[in-house]
Protein backbone atom coordinates (compact mmCIF):
# COMPACT_ATOMS: atom_id res chain seq x y z
CA UNK A 1 0.00 0.00 0.00
CA UNK A 2 1.27 3.22 -0.80
CA UNK A 3 0.88 6.07 1.60
CA UNK A 4 -0.44 9.60 -0.42
CA UNK A 5 -1.39 13.27 0.72
CA UNK A 6 -3.53 15.73 -0.48
CA UNK A 7 -2.81 19.42 -0.35
CA UNK A 8 -6.00 21.28 -0.39
CA UNK A 9 -9.61 19.76 0.22
CA UNK A 10 -12.10 21.85 -1.38
CA UNK A 11 -13.92 20.54 -4.32
CA UNK A 12 -11.03 18.76 -5.81
CA UNK A 13 -9.33 17.60 -3.16
CA UNK A 14 -12.46 16.15 -1.19
CA UNK A 15 -13.27 14.48 -4.76
CA UNK A 16 -9.69 13.01 -4.73
CA UNK A 17 -10.16 11.41 -1.19
CA UNK A 18 -13.52 10.13 -2.14
CA UNK A 19 -12.39 8.62 -5.39
CA UNK A 20 -9.52 6.93 -3.55
CA UNK A 21 -11.50 5.54 -0.94
CA UNK A 22 -14.70 4.33 -2.84
CA UNK A 23 -12.54 3.26 -5.49
CA UNK A 24 -10.11 1.40 -3.20
CA UNK A 25 -10.52 -2.29 -4.59
CA UNK A 26 -10.79 -1.19 -8.45
CA UNK A 27 -7.11 1.01 -7.09
CA UNK A 28 -5.51 -2.61 -6.11
CA UNK A 29 -6.25 -4.41 -9.13
CA UNK A 30 -4.06 -1.59 -11.03
CA UNK A 31 -1.40 -1.32 -8.70
CA UNK A 32 -0.58 -2.00 -5.37
CA UNK A 33 -2.68 0.18 -3.75
CA UNK A 34 -3.11 3.78 -2.57
CA UNK A 35 -4.56 5.56 1.31
CA UNK A 36 -4.50 8.92 1.98
CA UNK A 37 -2.29 9.62 4.94
CA UNK A 38 -2.69 13.41 5.41
CA UNK A 39 -4.99 15.86 3.97
CA UNK A 40 -3.39 19.92 4.21
CA UNK A 41 -5.77 22.53 4.54
CA UNK A 42 -5.79 25.39 6.83
CA UNK A 43 -9.11 24.75 7.94
CA UNK A 44 -10.77 22.65 10.35
CA UNK A 45 -13.61 19.81 9.04
CA UNK A 46 -15.16 18.95 12.51
CA UNK A 47 -17.27 16.24 11.98
CA UNK A 48 -15.91 15.02 8.67
CA UNK A 49 -15.16 11.53 8.26
CA UNK A 50 -11.52 12.04 7.46
CA UNK A 51 -11.10 14.70 10.23
CA UNK A 52 -8.34 12.54 11.82
CA UNK A 53 -6.37 12.52 8.91
CA UNK A 54 -6.13 16.85 8.47
CA UNK A 55 -3.40 18.34 8.94
CA UNK A 56 -2.40 22.01 9.20
CA UNK A 57 1.73 22.19 8.68
CA UNK A 58 2.72 21.00 5.00
CA UNK A 59 5.81 19.79 6.85
CA UNK A 60 4.58 17.33 8.41
CA UNK A 61 3.69 15.63 4.81
CA UNK A 62 7.09 16.62 3.26
CA UNK A 63 9.03 15.06 6.31
CA UNK A 64 7.54 11.98 6.32
CA UNK A 65 9.35 9.13 4.14
CA UNK A 66 6.24 6.93 4.17
CA UNK A 67 4.23 9.48 1.52
CA UNK A 68 5.20 8.98 -2.12
CA UNK A 69 2.37 10.85 -3.63
CA UNK A 70 1.44 14.11 -3.04
CA UNK A 71 -1.94 15.08 -4.63
CA UNK A 72 -1.73 19.13 -5.37
CA UNK A 73 -4.98 20.72 -5.60
CA UNK A 74 -4.89 23.94 -3.99
CA UNK A 75 -4.92 25.99 -7.00
CA UNK A 76 -3.01 29.27 -7.53
CA UNK A 77 0.48 29.67 -8.28
CA UNK A 78 1.98 30.80 -4.96
CA UNK A 79 2.20 28.37 -1.89
CA UNK A 80 0.94 25.43 -4.35
CA UNK A 81 4.33 26.35 -6.00
CA UNK A 82 6.45 26.49 -2.62
CA UNK A 83 4.37 22.74 -1.75
CA UNK A 84 4.91 21.76 -5.27
CA UNK A 85 8.33 22.31 -5.40
CA UNK A 86 9.60 21.47 -2.44
CA UNK A 87 7.93 17.94 -2.47
CA UNK A 88 9.73 16.92 -5.74
CA UNK A 89 12.76 17.65 -4.74
CA UNK A 90 12.08 15.29 -1.41
CA UNK A 91 11.36 12.75 -3.81
CA UNK A 92 7.51 12.87 -3.74
CA UNK A 93 5.57 12.02 -6.92
CA UNK A 94 3.07 15.05 -7.32
CA UNK A 95 -0.33 14.90 -9.44
CA UNK A 96 -2.31 18.37 -9.93
CA UNK A 97 -5.11 19.77 -11.64
CA UNK A 98 -4.24 23.39 -10.63
CA UNK A 99 -3.76 24.42 -14.59
CA UNK A 100 -2.44 28.18 -13.20
CA UNK A 101 0.69 26.41 -11.67
CA UNK A 102 1.07 23.84 -14.64
CA UNK A 103 1.38 26.37 -17.30
CA UNK A 104 3.57 28.94 -15.49
CA UNK A 105 6.20 26.38 -14.03
CA UNK A 106 5.26 23.17 -15.52
CA UNK A 107 8.65 22.74 -17.58
CA UNK A 108 10.73 23.85 -14.08
CA UNK A 109 8.31 21.55 -12.29
CA UNK A 110 8.89 18.56 -14.78
CA UNK A 111 12.95 18.93 -14.82
CA UNK A 112 12.61 18.99 -10.89
CA UNK A 113 10.84 15.49 -10.77
CA UNK A 114 13.67 13.83 -13.28
CA UNK A 115 16.56 15.48 -11.41
CA UNK A 116 14.70 13.57 -8.40
CA UNK A 117 13.94 10.58 -9.84
CA UNK A 118 9.76 10.87 -9.26
CA UNK A 119 6.93 12.47 -11.61
CA UNK A 120 4.96 15.72 -12.14
CA UNK A 121 1.69 14.36 -13.59
CA UNK A 122 -1.08 16.95 -14.08
CA UNK A 123 -3.45 15.31 -16.81
CA UNK A 124 -6.18 17.06 -14.62
CA UNK A 125 -5.26 20.52 -15.68
CA UNK A 126 -6.91 20.25 -19.08
CA UNK A 127 -9.68 19.12 -19.85
CA UNK A 128 -10.89 17.39 -16.23
CA UNK A 129 -11.51 14.27 -16.53
CA UNK A 130 -11.11 13.66 -20.25
CA UNK A 131 -7.70 12.08 -20.84
CA UNK A 132 -6.16 14.19 -23.52
CA UNK A 133 -2.59 15.14 -21.77
CA UNK A 134 -2.14 11.24 -21.63
CA UNK A 135 -3.26 10.49 -25.35
CA UNK A 136 -1.10 12.63 -26.77
CA UNK A 137 1.99 11.57 -24.49
CA UNK A 138 1.55 8.25 -25.06
CA UNK A 139 -1.24 7.16 -27.22
CA UNK A 140 -0.23 9.77 -30.14
CA UNK A 141 3.70 9.34 -29.73
CA UNK A 142 4.25 7.85 -33.74
CA UNK A 143 2.04 11.33 -34.51
CA UNK A 144 2.99 14.59 -35.47
CA UNK A 145 0.19 16.45 -34.30
CA UNK A 146 -0.37 19.32 -37.21
CA UNK A 147 -3.63 21.53 -34.95
CA UNK A 148 -5.88 20.91 -31.95
CA UNK A 149 -8.73 22.92 -32.23
CA UNK A 150 -11.64 22.53 -28.99
CA UNK A 151 -13.62 23.37 -26.63
CA UNK A 152 -11.73 23.95 -22.92
CA UNK A 153 -14.23 25.85 -20.88
CA UNK A 154 -17.40 24.41 -19.42
CA UNK A 155 -18.47 27.56 -18.15
CA UNK A 156 -18.55 29.62 -21.49
CA UNK A 157 -20.04 26.90 -23.18
CA UNK A 158 -22.91 26.71 -20.71
CA UNK A 159 -23.09 30.06 -20.88
CA UNK A 160 -23.39 29.90 -24.74
CA UNK A 161 -25.69 26.78 -24.57
CA UNK A 162 -28.52 28.81 -22.95
CA UNK A 163 -28.18 32.02 -25.18
CA UNK A 164 -28.66 29.73 -28.16
CA UNK A 165 -31.78 27.59 -26.66
CA UNK A 166 -33.14 29.74 -24.53
CA UNK A 167 -32.46 32.86 -26.50
CA UNK A 168 -31.63 34.94 -23.03
CA UNK A 169 -28.95 37.67 -23.30
CA UNK A 170 -25.49 37.07 -21.77
CA UNK A 171 -25.76 38.47 -18.23
CA UNK A 172 -28.27 36.45 -17.51
CA UNK A 173 -27.15 33.01 -18.68
CA UNK A 174 -23.68 33.90 -16.67
CA UNK A 175 -26.26 34.48 -13.68
CA UNK A 176 -27.96 30.96 -14.36
CA UNK A 177 -24.26 29.69 -14.16
CA UNK A 178 -23.10 31.02 -11.47
CA UNK A 179 -26.11 29.68 -9.52
CA UNK A 180 -25.95 26.41 -10.80
CA UNK A 181 -22.35 26.38 -9.61
CA UNK A 182 -21.04 26.51 -13.04
CA UNK A 183 -18.97 29.75 -12.64
CA UNK A 184 -17.05 31.48 -10.42
CA UNK A 185 -18.41 34.72 -8.07
CA UNK A 186 -15.51 36.37 -10.11
CA UNK A 187 -15.93 34.81 -13.58
CA UNK A 188 -13.65 36.62 -15.77
CA UNK A 189 -10.88 34.01 -16.08
CA UNK A 190 -13.39 32.32 -17.90
CA UNK A 191 -15.44 34.43 -19.94
CA UNK A 192 -12.62 36.75 -20.87
CA UNK A 193 -10.72 33.46 -22.60
CA UNK A 194 -7.87 33.17 -19.54
CA UNK A 195 -8.87 29.68 -18.93
CA UNK A 196 -8.68 28.38 -22.07
CA UNK A 197 -6.08 29.98 -23.06
CA UNK A 198 -3.61 28.61 -20.27
CA UNK A 199 -5.21 24.68 -21.19
CA UNK A 200 -4.08 25.18 -25.01
CA UNK A 201 -0.44 26.81 -24.42
CA UNK A 202 -0.39 23.30 -21.92
CA UNK A 203 -1.18 21.42 -24.50
CA UNK A 204 1.13 22.99 -27.30
CA UNK A 205 3.64 23.01 -24.75
CA UNK A 206 3.60 19.48 -24.50
CA UNK A 207 3.09 18.68 -28.42
CA UNK A 208 6.25 21.06 -29.16
CA UNK A 209 8.38 20.26 -25.72
CA UNK A 210 9.26 23.71 -25.07
CA UNK A 211 7.06 26.65 -23.31
CA UNK A 212 4.11 28.35 -24.78
CA UNK A 213 3.52 31.34 -22.72
CA UNK A 214 -0.82 32.12 -22.36
CA UNK A 215 -0.46 35.69 -21.60
CA UNK A 216 1.41 36.23 -25.24
CA UNK A 217 -1.34 35.00 -27.14
CA UNK A 218 -4.34 36.41 -28.71
CA UNK A 219 -7.45 36.25 -26.55
CA UNK A 220 -10.75 37.36 -26.83
CA UNK A 221 -13.76 36.23 -25.07
CA UNK A 222 -17.57 35.80 -24.72
CA UNK A 223 -19.06 38.80 -23.26
CA UNK A 224 -20.19 40.32 -26.25
CA UNK A 225 -21.87 37.49 -27.77
CA UNK A 226 -25.62 38.64 -28.39
CA UNK A 227 -28.73 36.66 -28.51
CA UNK A 228 -29.11 37.73 -32.07
CA UNK A 229 -25.55 36.56 -33.12
CA UNK A 230 -27.10 33.13 -32.38
CA UNK A 231 -30.16 33.30 -33.97
CA UNK A 232 -27.59 34.07 -37.24
CA UNK A 233 -25.38 30.95 -36.84
CA UNK A 234 -28.66 29.05 -36.19
CA UNK A 235 -30.00 29.90 -39.45
CA UNK A 236 -26.68 29.18 -41.04
CA UNK A 237 -26.34 25.64 -39.86
CA UNK A 238 -24.42 25.94 -37.20
CA UNK A 239 -23.94 27.67 -33.38
CA UNK A 240 -21.43 30.19 -31.84
CA UNK A 241 -18.55 28.43 -29.34
CA UNK A 242 -16.09 29.35 -27.27
CA UNK A 243 -12.67 27.61 -29.42
CA UNK A 244 -9.14 27.72 -28.31
CA UNK A 245 -6.70 26.21 -31.06
CA UNK A 246 -2.62 26.16 -31.85
CA UNK A 247 -1.56 25.24 -35.13
CA UNK A 248 1.91 23.74 -35.81
CA UNK A 249 3.05 24.88 -39.23
CA UNK A 250 6.08 24.68 -40.95
CA UNK A 251 6.67 28.52 -40.60
CA UNK A 252 5.80 28.27 -36.05
CA UNK A 253 3.35 27.64 -34.34
CA UNK A 254 -0.05 29.82 -34.23
CA UNK A 255 -2.40 30.05 -30.97
CA UNK A 256 -5.50 31.49 -30.22
CA UNK A 257 -8.69 31.85 -28.29
CA UNK A 258 -12.03 33.47 -29.83
CA UNK A 259 -15.54 32.85 -30.11
CA UNK A 260 -16.15 31.04 -33.23
CA UNK A 261 -18.68 30.54 -35.61
CA UNK A 262 -19.02 25.97 -35.72
CA UNK A 263 -20.73 24.82 -39.16
CA UNK A 264 -22.80 21.65 -39.16
CA UNK A 265 -20.44 19.77 -40.78
CA UNK A 266 -17.39 19.82 -37.36
CA UNK A 267 -18.10 17.58 -35.10
CA UNK A 268 -17.38 20.33 -31.85
CA UNK A 269 -21.25 21.45 -33.03
CA UNK A 270 -22.40 18.63 -30.69
CA UNK A 271 -20.63 19.63 -27.41
CA UNK A 272 -23.05 21.27 -25.33
CA UNK A 273 -24.01 21.95 -21.86
CA UNK A 274 -20.83 22.27 -19.45
CA UNK A 275 -19.02 19.03 -21.35
CA UNK A 276 -15.50 19.70 -23.68
CA UNK A 277 -14.25 18.71 -26.72
CA UNK A 278 -10.88 18.57 -28.18
CA UNK A 279 -10.35 18.07 -32.08
CA UNK A 280 -6.49 16.84 -32.88
CA UNK A 281 -5.37 16.74 -36.25
CA UNK A 282 -2.17 15.16 -36.55
CA UNK A 283 -0.53 13.17 -40.15
CA UNK A 284 -0.91 9.66 -39.82
CA UNK A 285 -4.42 8.99 -37.62
CA UNK A 286 -5.83 12.20 -39.03
CA UNK A 287 -8.57 13.81 -37.32
CA UNK A 288 -9.41 12.58 -33.85
CA UNK A 289 -12.22 13.69 -31.32
CA UNK A 290 -12.08 13.68 -27.41
CA UNK A 291 -15.27 14.18 -25.25
CA UNK A 292 -16.36 14.76 -21.72
CA UNK A 293 -16.56 16.62 -18.61
CA UNK A 294 -13.87 19.28 -18.66
CA UNK A 295 -14.65 19.74 -15.06
CA UNK A 296 -16.37 18.78 -11.75
CA UNK A 297 -15.44 17.60 -8.62
CA UNK A 298 -15.80 14.00 -9.71
CA UNK A 299 -14.35 13.79 -13.29
CA UNK A 300 -11.55 15.91 -12.38
CA UNK A 301 -10.27 13.83 -9.07
CA UNK A 302 -10.48 11.21 -11.13
CA UNK A 303 -7.58 12.28 -13.22
CA UNK A 304 -5.72 13.13 -10.67
CA UNK A 305 -6.04 9.72 -8.97
CA UNK A 306 -5.16 8.20 -12.77
CA UNK A 307 -2.29 9.76 -12.40
CA UNK A 308 -1.28 8.58 -8.99
CA UNK A 309 -1.44 4.99 -9.72
CA UNK A 310 0.81 5.61 -12.19
CA UNK A 311 3.41 7.20 -10.10
CA UNK A 312 2.92 4.46 -7.60
CA UNK A 313 3.32 2.00 -10.41
CA UNK A 314 6.78 3.67 -10.95
CA UNK A 315 8.25 3.72 -7.72
CA UNK A 316 11.70 5.63 -8.05
CA UNK A 317 11.17 6.75 -11.23
CA UNK A 318 10.69 9.79 -13.68
CA UNK A 319 7.35 8.97 -15.79
CA UNK A 320 8.13 12.79 -17.64
CA UNK A 321 7.30 14.52 -20.25
CA UNK A 322 9.72 15.74 -22.83
CA UNK A 323 8.88 19.92 -21.68
CA UNK A 324 12.17 22.18 -21.90
CA UNK A 325 12.08 25.66 -20.25
CA UNK A 326 13.05 27.25 -23.86
CA UNK A 327 10.44 29.52 -25.21
CA UNK A 328 8.49 29.88 -27.95
CA UNK A 329 7.58 32.89 -29.59
CA UNK A 330 4.17 32.61 -31.32
CA UNK A 331 3.50 33.87 -35.01
CA UNK A 332 0.85 36.38 -35.63
CA UNK A 333 -2.41 35.13 -36.82
CA UNK A 334 -2.93 37.80 -39.04
CA UNK A 335 -1.05 35.12 -41.26
CA UNK A 336 -4.21 32.70 -40.67
CA UNK A 337 -6.84 32.37 -43.03
CA UNK A 338 -10.34 32.31 -41.95
CA UNK A 339 -13.56 32.20 -43.26
CA UNK A 340 -15.47 35.15 -41.35
CA UNK A 341 -19.78 35.05 -39.97
CA UNK A 342 -20.10 38.70 -40.68
CA UNK A 343 -23.25 40.37 -38.78
CA UNK A 344 -23.83 44.00 -40.77
CA UNK A 345 -26.08 46.64 -41.19
CA UNK A 346 -28.60 46.17 -44.40
CA UNK A 347 -27.28 49.24 -46.48
CA UNK A 348 -23.59 48.40 -45.91
CA UNK A 349 -24.40 44.52 -47.18
CA UNK A 350 -23.64 44.64 -50.70
CA UNK A 351 -19.94 46.45 -49.60
CA UNK A 352 -19.19 43.96 -47.61
CA UNK A 353 -19.70 41.52 -50.05
CA UNK A 354 -17.95 43.04 -52.57
CA UNK A 355 -15.51 43.25 -50.17
CA UNK A 356 -15.01 39.50 -48.82
CA UNK A 357 -17.31 37.63 -51.28
CA UNK A 358 -20.46 35.81 -49.93
CA UNK A 359 -20.70 31.68 -49.73
CA UNK A 360 -23.70 31.54 -47.49
CA UNK A 361 -26.62 34.13 -46.38
CA UNK A 362 -28.91 33.95 -43.44
CA UNK A 363 -32.27 34.15 -44.90
CA UNK A 364 -33.58 35.39 -41.60
CA UNK A 365 -32.53 37.91 -39.20
CA UNK A 366 -33.18 41.34 -37.43
CA UNK A 367 -35.01 43.81 -39.47
CA UNK A 368 -32.19 46.64 -40.72
CA UNK A 369 -29.35 43.85 -40.79
CA UNK A 370 -28.08 40.54 -42.08
CA UNK A 371 -25.42 37.87 -41.79
CA UNK A 372 -23.37 35.92 -44.38
CA UNK A 373 -20.36 33.59 -44.46
CA UNK A 374 -17.62 35.59 -46.31
CA UNK A 375 -14.49 33.48 -48.70
CA UNK A 376 -11.60 32.32 -46.95
CA UNK A 377 -8.91 35.70 -46.17
CA UNK A 378 -6.50 36.29 -44.41
CA UNK A 379 -6.88 37.95 -40.72
CA UNK A 380 -4.56 40.70 -41.55
CA UNK A 381 -6.30 41.50 -44.69
CA UNK A 382 -10.00 41.10 -43.62
CA UNK A 383 -8.67 43.74 -40.67
CA UNK A 384 -7.80 45.94 -43.39
CA UNK A 385 -10.81 45.36 -45.10
CA UNK A 386 -13.06 45.78 -42.18
CA UNK A 387 -11.58 49.07 -41.25
CA UNK A 388 -13.03 50.67 -44.38
CA UNK A 389 -16.29 49.28 -43.12
CA UNK A 390 -18.95 50.81 -40.90
CA UNK A 391 -21.75 48.70 -41.16
CA UNK A 392 -20.17 45.82 -40.07
CA UNK A 393 -21.66 45.27 -36.57
CA UNK A 394 -20.19 42.01 -35.21
CA UNK A 395 -17.63 39.18 -36.83
CA UNK A 396 -16.96 35.56 -35.60
CA UNK A 397 -14.34 33.67 -37.24
CA UNK A 398 -15.31 30.07 -38.66
Known amino acids: MTEAAVLGYGTVG ?13 IAKRCEGLHVKYILDLRDFPGDPYEDRLVHDVDVILSDESVKVVCETMGGA ?8 RALMAGKSVCTSNKELVELHGAELARIAKEHNCSYLFEAS ?4 IPLIRTIYRALTAERIESIFGILNGTTNYILHRMELAGIAFDEALKEAQELGYAEKDPTADIEGHDPARKIAILASLVLGKKVDYSSMYMEGITKVE ?16 VAMCEFAENGVYAMVSPRFIPKDNPLLCVR ?6 LIHSDMLDDSMYYGRGAGKLATASAVVGDAVECVNHPGKNVGHCWSEEKVQLKDIGDLS ?8 QEGAAAAEAAFGCEAKAQEGVNGETAFLTAPVTERDFQKKLADLPAVIR ?3 V
Open 78 to 85: GAAYDFTK
Open 126 to 129: VGGG
Open 338 to 345: FRYLLRVK
Open 14 to 26: SGVVEVIEKNAEV
Open 273 to 278: DVFNGV
Open 227 to 242: PVDMEYAKALGGSIKL
Open 395 to 397: YYR
